[in-house]
């Protein structure tokens, strides 16, 4: 499949959006670790802001902070959530409920708790009704939210909204699922018909083949790419970032010795 990129953010240690995160993707700056900042979701009226956890935060920032970058309308475009847990804190929380000797659950805990909640706070945040998917693929979960979103632009002629993100459970959960810290990244996928639309670059996704990916350049990165799932988008992240005008190989890693082959291309208008 071939899909234009036209914009694209992140957020995660040390990362703060891509104006910042780009000069550190291009070896411009050392990667410093930091904990992961986040602005406050701003499309959400005041009592919603209060309920969400911070999955739903990071989604809606990754989401926000992707059409403030991008030429197309928040409110007429579909969106890919995808997540390989969710909101961690609700799962743990839910959990200790039901296995106290007075199971209640919250009804708050309940809704913030199912896997699509972030796609549901973005339709309010955006007021949009455009189809939303939200995927779960385990350590996979960016490379199966991309191949869904270029999927939908490649059948439907329309831009996609990808917003993948993963935050880390509390203990006891996090000793059977580490997750680091707080990770996401959002990308705007158009199709190369759109004439006029300026990209970033235009990607080929092929299907997966057998192999494994050799370790990135920085250290501190390679370490984010190892233990965040959504991390595993920084190949291709570092490629966008250092786009020279030529084509460049960014293979994605995936579970049992296999990789997702992406190629970018050098920057044209679609």
């Given at each position: 499949?071939?899909?234009?990129?036209?914009?694209?953010?992140?957020?995660?240690?040390?990362?703060?959006?891509?104006?910042?995160?780009?000069?550190?993707?291009?070896?411009?700056?050392?990667?410093?670790?930091?904990?992961t900042q986040?602005?406050?979701?701003?499309?959400?009226?005041?009592?919603?802001?209060?309920?969400?956890?911070?999955?739903?935060?990071?989604?809606?920032?990754?989401?926000?902070?992707?059409?403030?970058?991008?030429?197309?309308?928040?409110?007429?475009?579909?969106?890919?959530?995808?997540?390989?847990?969710?909101?961690?804190?609700?799962?743990?929380?839910?959990?200790?409920?039901?296995?106290?000797?007075?199971?209640?659950?919250?009804?708050?805990?309940?809704?913030?708790?199912?896997?699509?909640?972030?796609?549901?706070?973005?339709?309010?945040?955006?007021?949009?009704?455009?189809?939303?998917?939200?995927?779960?693929?385990?350590?996979?979960?960016?490379?199966?939210?991309?191949?869904?979103?270029?999927?939908?632009?490649?059948?439907?002629?329309?831009?996609?909204?990808?917003?993948?993100?993963?935050?880390?459970?509390?203990?006891?959960?996090?000793?059977?699922?580490?997750?680091?810290?707080?990770?996401?990244v959002a990308?705007?996928?158009?199709?190369?018909?759109?004439?006029?639309?300026?990209?970033?670059?235009?990607?080929?996704?092929?299907?997966?083949?057998?192999?494994?990916?050799?370790?990135?350049?920085?250290?501190?990165?390679?370490?984010?790419?190892?233990?965040?799932?959504?991390?595993?988008?920084?190949?291709?992240?570092?490629?966008?970032?250092?786009?020279?005008?030529?084509?460049?190989?960014?293979?994605?890693?995936?579970?049992?010795?296999?990789?997702?082959?992406?190629?970018?291309?050098?920057?044209?208008?679609?």
């Amino acid at each position: 499949m071939r899909v234009g990129i036209e914009a694209v953010t992140v957020f995660g240690p040390g990362l703060s959006g891509w104006t910042s995160a780009r000069t550190v993707l291009r070896g411009e700056q050392p990667f410093v670790s930091q904990p992961t900042q986040l602005p406050p979701p701003a499309g959400l009226p005041p009592a919603e802001r209060r309920r969400v956890g911070l999955s739903v935060k990071l989604a809606l920032a990754l989401a926000e902070d992707l059409f403030a970058r991008s030429q197309i309308a928040a409110a007429e475009t579909a969106t890919v959530f995808t997540s390989s847990g969710g909101d961690g804190d609700n799962c743990n929380t839910l959990c200790e409920s039901l296995a106290s000797p007075d199971p209640m659950v919250s009804p708050t805990r309940f809704t913030n708790s199912v896997h699509n909640a972030p796609a549901g706070y973005w339709s309010i945040a955006a007021r949009s009704m455009a189809p939303s998917t939200s995927l779960c693929a385990h350590d996979d979960s960016f490379a199966a939210g991309l191949c869904e979103a270029a999927t939908q632009v490649v059948a439907d002629g329309m831009p996609v909204a990808l917003i993948a993100y993963d935050v880390p459970y509390p203990e006891p959960l996090h000793a059977a699922r580490p997750i680091s810290a707080p990770f996401g990244v959002a990308m705007m996928l158009v199709p190369v018909s759109m004439n006029g639309n300026a990209v970033l670059g235009v990607i080929d996704i092929g299907r997966p083949v057998s192999g494994q990916l050799p370790a990135l350049g920085d250290r501190g990165l390679e370490q984010l790419r190892h233990g965040i799932p959504a991390a595993r988008a920084l190949p291709l992240l570092i490629a966008i970032a250092r786009n020279g005008g030529r084509d460049t190989v960014a293979s994605l890693e995936m579970s049992h010795r296999r990789v997702l082959p992406v190629v970018l291309h050098a920057e044209v208008a679609v």
